[in-house]
């Protein structure tokens, strides 16, 4: 399985970071052993400057390639919260040398996953996610503002990679995000419930 992540997805966001809003999807990827369902995130030696990204995750549901948006919304069934790691520090210097950002971003356990929940129990058009950092709310996103919506990223992103069952989509971070340090603790909540809890250790 394979891991597409959507940078600038927030318009807020973007413009936090610095950078110009897209005018089509910024896709990289993370590998299968970037996935980390243990609760648990350690603090990596090549970084001192590790930030937390919530994002929804949507799961594909089958096999697909070359898709308009129009039928998207029928490959995939369940999304869930992930947090998409980054290592500021390292991805600061790779931009600053146009080079590729994976050592930033794409890292052992660098993709936390919650439990996957139905899409039809949820208006996907407006989505409330929230993220604690130990006793603070600190990323309050809502779908309805991002810029390239659900169907729109499994269509641009099917027309160069075909997306197989089980492949994910960290469909991008809305403003806030910020670093972490040993002992805190990230907990994310989709509407009122929470899906997700990280320790950083
Ligand atoms: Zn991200």
Same mark, same amino acid.
């Given at each position: 399985? @394979? /891991?597409?992540?959507?940078?600038?997805?927030?318009?807020?966001?973007?413009?936090?970071?610095?950078?110009?809003? &897209? #005018?089509? &999807?910024?896709?990289?990827?993370?590998?299968?052993?970037?996935?980390?369902?243990?609760?648990?995130?350690?603090?990596?030696?090549?970084?001192?400057?590790?930030?937390?990204?919530?994002?929804?995750? /949507?799961? *594909?549901?089958?096999?697909? +390639?070359?898709?308009?948006?129009?039928?998207?919304?029928?490959?995939?069934?369940?999304?869930?919260?992930? *947090?998409?790691?980054?290592?500021?520090? *390292?991805?600061?210097?790779?931009?600053?040398?146009?080079?590729? !950002?994976?050592?930033? #971003?794409?890292?052992?356990? +660098?993709?936390?996953?919650?439990?996957?929940?139905? %899409?039809?129990?949820?208006?996907?058009? %407006?989505?409330?996610?929230?993220? !604690?950092?130990?006793?603070? /709310?600190?990323?309050?996103?809502?779908?309805?503002?991002?810029?390239?919506?659900?169907?729109?990223?499994?269509?641009?992103?099917?027309?160069?990679? =075909?997306?197989? @069952?089980?492949?994910?989509?960290?469909?991008? =971070?809305?403003?806030?995000?910020? &670093?972490?340090?040993?002992?805190?603790?990230?907990?994310?909540?989709?509407?009122?419930?929470?899906?997700?809890?990280?320790? /950083?250790?």
């Amino acid at each position: 399985m @394979k /891991i597409l992540c959507i940078g600038r997805n927030y318009a807020k966001h973007a413009k936090e970071m610095g950078s110009a809003v &897209p #005018k089509e &999807p910024m896709i990289f990827m993370k590998p299968e052993s970037a996935l980390n369902f243990s609760g648990q995130m350690t603090y990596p030696t090549f970084t001192t400057n590790l930030h937390y990204e919530l994002e929804v995750v /949507i799961e *594909i549901n089958q096999t697909v +390639s070359k898709i308009s948006k129009e039928v998207a919304h029928q490959y995939y069934d369940r999304i869930g919260l992930g *947090i998409d790691f980054t290592a500021r520090d *390292i991805q600061a210097k790779c931009k600053e040398k146009g080079h590729p !950002w994976e050592k930033a #971003k794409a890292f052992d356990d +660098s993709a936390p996953l919650s439990e996957l929940v139905a %899409k039809n129990d949820y208006d996907l058009s %407006k989505l409330n996610f929230k993220l !604690w950092h130990n006793d603070k /709310i600190v990323q309050d996103g809502n779908t309805e503002d991002l810029i390239f919506d659900f169907d729109h990223l499994i269509s641009y992103a099917s027309q160069y990679f =075909t997306l197989q @069952k089980g492949d994910l989509i960290y469909t991008g =971070t809305p403003e806030g995000v910020g &670093p972490v340090q040993k002992g805190d603790v990230l907990k994310g909540y989709l509407e009122d419930k929470k899906l997700l809890e990280v320790s /950083i250790i």
